[in-house]
T-cell receptor, first 115, second 112 residues
Framework: EAGVAQSPRYKIIEKRQSVAFWCNPISGHATLYWYQQILGQGPKLLIQFQNNGVVDDSQLPKDRFSAERLKGVDSTLKIQPAKLEDSAVYLC?????????????FGPGTRLTVL | EDQVTQSPEALRLQEGESSSLNCSYTVSGLRGLFWYRQDPGKGPEFLFTLYSAGEEKEKERLKATLTKKESFLHITAPKPEDSATYLCAVRKMASNTGKLIFGQGTTLQVKP
């Protein structure tokens, strides 16, 4: 079974530039999550999708971050404009249904460096 | 405030030297506690889920236990390949989403 795919794996940009990350979840998984992991910290949830609808985006900085999940499969996370403090690993995860017994499976992440 | 705290932050062991990692949590009702392993440059890899106090799960040299306030990850006779960062996360009872609240992780180094 193929895992969660993410691209690119690494990205270096200047502050105030824009960047986008892509995620393809495990086939058949209805729920998709984006997490931000700053160096030395645990992942923090940014947004959760159930199919193509948003379930939780309470910790998404909406003035600069946006995300979409068209057709309930792939997802894109965008940052515009980027700040220095956005330097982090952006992890995508998916789970079968989003229920409380669900296990979340993570992709390899995209490491973003903002200069 | 919901909080997950892991200790120690870093742990160095000799191969074969057993030890335990701690995850203490304060949440308003626990729906599940999850342990993940994360290797450098990779995403977290699922290890265990525990749902109620007294529950235990085992996988190879790892054993996870749960009480009402904390969880332990016991590592018996570790090998160098067990070196990684171990993350614990909780899901709240009140949550109608799959949201996980993570601790900061314990970085384990096992020397041969």
């Amino acid at each position: 079974e193929a895992g969660v795919a993410q691209s690119p794996r690494y990205k270096i940009i200047e502050k105030r530039q824009s960047v986008a990350f892509w995620c393809n979840p495990i086939s058949g998984h209805a729920t998709l999550y984006w997490y931000q992991q700053i160096l030395g910290q645990g992942p923090k949830l940014l947004i959760q999708f159930q199919n193509n609808g948003v379930v939780d985006d309470s910790q998404l900085p909406k003035d600069r971050f946006s995300a979409e999940r068209l057709k309930g499969v792939d997802s894109t996370l965008k940052i515009q404009p980027a700040k220095l403090e956005d330097s982090a690993v952006y992890l995508c995860a998916s789970s079968l249904s989003g229920g409380y017994t669900d296990t979340q499976y993570f992709g390899p992440g995209t490491r973003l460096t903002v200069l | 405030e919901d909080q997950v705290t892991q200790s120690p932050e870093a742990l160095r062991l000799q191969e074969g030297e057993s030890s335990s990692l701690n995850c203490s949590y304060t949440v308003s009702g626990l729906r599940g506690l999850f342990w993940y392993r994360q290797d450098p440059g990779k995403g977290p890899e699922f290890l265990f889920t525990l749902y109620s106090a007294g529950e235990e799960k085992e996988k190879e040299r790892l054993k996870a236990t749960l009480t009402k306030k904390e969880s332990f990850l016991h590592i018996t006779a570790p090998k160098p390949e067990d070196s990684a960062t171990y993350l614990c996360a909780v899901r709240k009872m009140a949550s109608n989403t799959g949201k996980l609240i993570f601790g900061q992780g314990t970085t384990l180094q096992v020397k041969p």
